[in-house]
């Protein structure tokens, strides 16, 4: 294995003393973000300052849904994953099968400890036979040193160096198109191509966390103001808007995607022993690829399997009302707690209450019927607290063709 | 003449909180002290005008807030401030913070290692885990596993149980924590010495042994299992210093009805047919109490407070043999400003967290060579905090006090006695690592009290200074501590009690062996608790 140079020389490290002075670091993007943010609503994501909302959160999220939203998703955790063995090391690290992916592809996975415990769920970009990048909510690099031993190929942290944006909703192709990015129609789901921008290039891929039709583009840090502005430009005619975190969190739930620590807790972070998560126990069962050769966690998963010790069970829920259940308890025939909504809204498209939620098994699996929210509804300091009888449905909640169409239309 | 329900013998922090609950469920108690101040290692006195120091313990986080709450002392005057992390300066220049922020903490890190950076959530993770396991412990009773009492079974249930709801990875791990090295435990997530360096100086810390000696992973957990107001493994000062808590104590004792006698060194036990009568003072005065509760450590306790003739052989064997051994000495220092480090930029919260200069694994382990060979460390290990840059009761504005805890301090030097030169060539050892980062500090230096093992056990009583009355080993936890058998507060002299850090759950100052030793007296008097809280729910 050669891997990157981890440790810095004293110079260096002198050198950047000072963070202690910035405990949220900007984007490449800020000085275009913080020119549009009215509401200055700001959190913290893995160390940038990043909106909640810039001007409007429900309006925010109906640009997702009508023209096109603009989202900085620079502080992803990224990881540049190359060498002749970098497939081979991704089979071991990742559930799905690698060898599946093909150059110009990305695929969701997720990647669990030596125990079968999700440690995080992420993409992977496939974006030569040799070189990957793999994105993420948590930081996992002793993990990929790690799982890199014995394999001849490099891993290296990206996050500074590239910048992402995602660019969401039924217009984001026409934007993309009219900026000039020739030959994107060509784009299928989950592809991937390289554009030039700028003197350099772009990547983009035809992804998103929305369930609508949308793109993400990564550049160099030093190339994103020159592409944000070349995206806005051309989005003008056609409802470009930047948006916060709080409209696609929205937009994300009506898709049923699931965010780590939010809808499971990660491995790494569990303090408390009952709070991991298998895949099989957060609806990515799918992705465990039996077939392929080792993997971490794989003899943990496959035994948890055939000794039946799966435990929990995510699912989505339609809820009666309108109400939303957010963290509200599930019971079953109203009286036996079973389970916990981890996040929940009022579908716009769907125009139904919906939620994720981690039901203990039985429950959720073989006992599906009469299970029910108990919702405490702050109104006016009173709880209105409602006994909502709650359905077991598919996810996705809503389910948009444009997401897939051929060649994508223009809005 | 009259005999006292309880006559406690030693005003530091556990004897107060021993006292303040039995005052507290009615008996009528007194505290004899041999200083003519209490608070035993928690004290803060004025040694020199304007600046009150911490003379011994210096910051607060093992304190059990259940004790603070139950005994009122935010009433008597008890705050306690949360500080920001600190650093580890580097021989190159640099230094490493730890900083409360998480991400300034991971950036931090980053600078010298991105893998270990990213590792640090593991290891964060892990030792909160070992935390939840041990921190409900703290304030029980450990079981007799001999016994076949329904109390000590229940106990060994309990322990039994929490055991089993680990999962085989974390039990093996419990296991491993409470006998590797810390160096080793270190090494399963770090790759950077400086790092390891830095986590490393909670395992040695009041202990003598090295980051490379077994059983000290363990001790880095007892730093860690404190906790202020509900954020664990956070440290604070007490305003006003340690004094504070020891002042807030006897102000709480005596608020509820309760003696305390200065000056009064008791000489020894009374002993009468096996049963203990009271104590006699060193000037012959014998005072009378229907129980005695030693605050003392274990073998001062036993072998000069008792006498032989009273004690089962093998016990008094086992005291002979306990495990408390001088490592450390204190070097408290009144600043006429703050001390400037040309390392750390001025804006940098590090000065007001602890500081450090030892910022390798070999050079932590030479250091305990050094007192292995019977010498004061050449190159010491110093964790330096300067409280008043949070606290301004402590010396006057612009001014500074400054305490420097240093590792190691042989309980004798070659074999013999602390003299003062060579109490002076331990200050200097100090004074001169400070002052290679920290030009003109000697100048800045008003007032000095330097405390070797010597200094500590003939003031505090702590036998060899050891500050946790005897070594954290798990030789010495739990139903071993302080004698086996004996775990239970009780000692072979009916009516005489152990309440000192001798016994569970060990050193610090947490109160808890105070609070423990106390809810079993109050239990051999078939008198009830209310008025003492159950251990925090750890949910």
New interface residues.
Partial sequence: MNQQATTASSTARIAGQGHFRTLRLGTPFQPRIDALARTQDWYNWAGYRAPHSLWDEELEYFAIRSQAALFDISPMTKYRIEGPDAEAMLNRVTLRDVGKLKPGRVHYTAWCDDEGFVLDDGTLFRLSPTRFRLCSQERHLPWLLDSASGFDVTVEEETEAVAGLALQGPTSFAVLRDAGFAGLEALKIFDIADFPHDGGTVTISRTGFTGDLGYELFVPSDKALSLWDRLMCAGELRGIRAIGYTALNRARLEAGLIVANADFTTAEHAIRADRLRMPDEIGLGFMVDPEKGHFNGRRAILEARAKRRLRHVLVGLEIDGNIPAEHAIVYHRKTREVGLVSAAMWSPMAKRNIAIASLARPYGDTVVEDLWVEIYAMRELQYQKLMKRAKIVARPFIKLDRRTANPPADF | MKAWDAIIIGGGHNGLVNACYLQRAGLDVLVVEKNDWVGGAATSRELTPGFLYSNCSYVCSLFRPEIMRDLELPRFGLQVISYEGGAVF?R????L?N?R????H???FA?????????Y??YA?DV??QC?FIQPLLMRTAPDPASLRPRDLGELLYLGKKFA???A??MALTLRFWTMSISDFLDEYF??DVIKANFALSGIIGTALGPMSPGTAYVLLHHYMGEVDGSVGAWGYARGGMGAVAKALAASFKASGGTIRTGAEVDHVLVDRGRAKGVVLAGGEEIHGKLVVSNADVKRTFLKLVEEKELPDIFLRRVTNFKIRGSSGKVNIALDSLPEFPAL?K???VYRGDMHFTDSMERMERAYDDWKAGRWSADPFLDMVIPTTLDPTMAPPGKHFMSCFVQYAPPKVNGSEWTEADRDGFAESVIAQIAAYSPGFRDRIVHMEVRTPREIEAEVGLTEGNIFQGELTFDQLLFNRPIPGYAQYRSPVRGLYMCGSSTHPGGGVMGAPGRNAAAEILRDLAKSTPHMSPAHDVI
Avoid: N
Wanted: aromatic fraction near 8%; glycine fraction near 4%; hydrophobic fraction near 15%.
């Fill in positions: 580097t190159d220049g640099d230094y913070a900083y922020d998480h991400d300034a991971r950036r931090e600078r010298f290692s991105r893998r270990d950076a990213e590792a959530d593991r993770r909160t885990r939840r709801g680990l999962s990875q974390e790759e950077t930029p804006d940098s919260p």
